[in-house]
């Protein structure tokens, strides 16, 4: 029971950080990679912690586990934040979607 | 001067506290030379970074304690939210189709720690990210915006996380 719930975990792991490389090579601009890689591998890392601590059971290295979690909750997001912020004071502009409205407004030539 | 001298002893005490934890879990031993020497260093390093860990001005304050059942109940909102927003974030990707938008709102937080960490939070639920944090003003970049209004957008993005937090410290 608990090893099918470790696999499925792991499975996710490989899933998220899969889909944050293709979201990487998929995305316009920089805001939104970040978005991509930073955020969908966060969640595959603490899949891979939250299997790593229902293998190990309750014993310390759950423990030790847990502290390692809790200072990635803190020190990945305010990675990302860094970077976005940045960016956001470089002046870098998100790339945002046209609608189709918005171009037929546009002048043509 | 002494208000402020005592303060500082919480202060050192509070850190020392904190830091032996750390090494209790750490070394795992109960052997007496490995407490001493833990006490020694946790000691040594509160009084090198109590400023760091809790600023003079959180005096104010009411406890330095959080309410640790409200603390585990918003690690596990976060988590779940983590999960389900991945899927959204994933479903995106596949389906190429986003829309970014950049939304401005307010937080009715009011410790610095409380703003700090709902910021921490939104960057660590996947689809949007804090790009700057100003007092109580919040500049959230989205993936997949739903809406431009920003007391909408800031109600959408914060979910529960807000009340939550304002329970957590008190």
């Known amino acids: 029971m608990i090893e099918g719930i470790v696999y499925l975990f792991l499975l996710l792991a490989a899933i998220f950080n899969l889909m944050g490389l293709v979201g990487i090579l998929l995305f316009p601009d920089p805001y939104t990679r970040l978005q991509a890689s930073s955020t969908c591998s966060t969640t595959a890392v603490i899949s891979v912690f939250i299997a790593v601590m229902l293998e190990a059971g309750f014993s310390a290295i759950t423990g030790k586990v847990l502290v390692i979690t809790l200072f990635f909750f803190i020190s990945s997001p305010v990675g990302a934040h860094i970077i976005a912020r940045y960016a956001w004071n470089m002046g870098i502009v998100p790339w945002r979607k046209l609608r189709k409205s918005s171009l037929e407004d546009l002048p043509h030539d | 001067?002494?208000?402020?001298?005592?303060?500082?002893?919480?202060?050192?005490?509070?850190?020392?506290?904190?830091?032996?934890?750390?090494?209790?879990?750490?070394?795992?031993?109960?052997?007496?030379?490995?407490?001493?020497?833990?006490?020694?260093?946790?000691?040594?390093?509160?009084?090198?970074?109590?400023?760091?860990?809790?600023?003079?001005?959180?005096?104010?304050?009411?406890?330095?304690?959080?309410?640790?059942?409200?603390?585990?109940?918003?690690?596990?909102?976060?988590?779940?939210?983590?999960?389900?927003?991945?899927?959204?974030?994933?479903?995106?990707?596949?389906?190429?189709?986003?829309?970014?938008?950049?939304?401005?709102?307010?937080?009715?937080?009011?410790s610095d720690l409380a703003r700090v960490l709902l910021a921490t939070s939104i960057t660590l639920t996947p689809g949007t990210i804090a790009l700057e944090l100003q007092e109580d003003?919040?500049?959230?970049?989205?993936?997949?915006?739903?809406?431009?209004?920003?007391?909408?957008?800031?109600?959408?993005?914060?979910?529960?996380?807000?009340?939550?937090?304002?329970?957590?410290?008190?």
């Open chain 2, 1 to 110: 001067m002494r208000v402020r001298s005592k303060w500082k002893l919480v202060r050192i005490l509070f850190t020392t506290v904190w830091l032996y934890g750390g090494w209790l879990l750490y070394t795992g031993s109960f052997e007496t030379v490995s407490l001493c020497l833990g006490a020694l260093a946790s000691l040594l390093v509160a009084t090198a970074t109590y400023n760091l860990f809790i600023a003079e001005h959180e005096a104010a304050r009411k406890g330095l304690l959080v309410r640790i059942h409200y603390g585990i109940l918003y690690l596990l909102y976060l988590l779940a939210q983590m999960y389900l927003s991945s899927f959204a974030v994933l479903i995106n990707i596949l389906r190429g189709n986003i829309n970014p938008r950049v939304v401005h709102f307010r937080t009715r937080l009011h």
């Open chain 2, 137 to 170: 003003h919040l500049i959230v970049h989205w993936l997949d915006a739903k809406t431009r209004h920003s007391k909408y957008a800031g109600i959408l993005i914060k979910g529960k996380m807000e009340t939550l937090l304002s329970r957590v410290l008190l």
